[in-house]
């Protein structure tokens, strides 16, 4: 980056979305000036020089948005079902 900001992408965990412009929405894992790596969702160009801006997360983060993820989808299912089946 010309910022003089680095970047470096650890692991590419996996494309979240592939956009019309040709970018993709990605998780990957993510060493932000040579710090400690941190899960990253944003958005890349196809050769990875350009990025949007995105969020980053720790491991503790991460284990936070898939256990909220996780227990709304339940939620929702219960719900659906107990909707389903509230006249019998």
Known sequence: MSNGVTVE?????????????????????????????????????PDHERMSRGIT???????????LYITQKVVDEEEAYNKENEHE
């Open 57 to 67: 997360m720790t491991d503790v983060e991460m284990s936070s948005l898939m256990t």
């Open 9 to 45: 992408i650890v692991r590419r965990i996996g494309v979240i979305r592939e956009l019309d412009n040709g970018w993709s929405r990605e998780l990957n894992i993510v060493s932000w000036n040579g710090a400690e790596p941190k899960y990253d969702i944003r958005e890349w160009s």
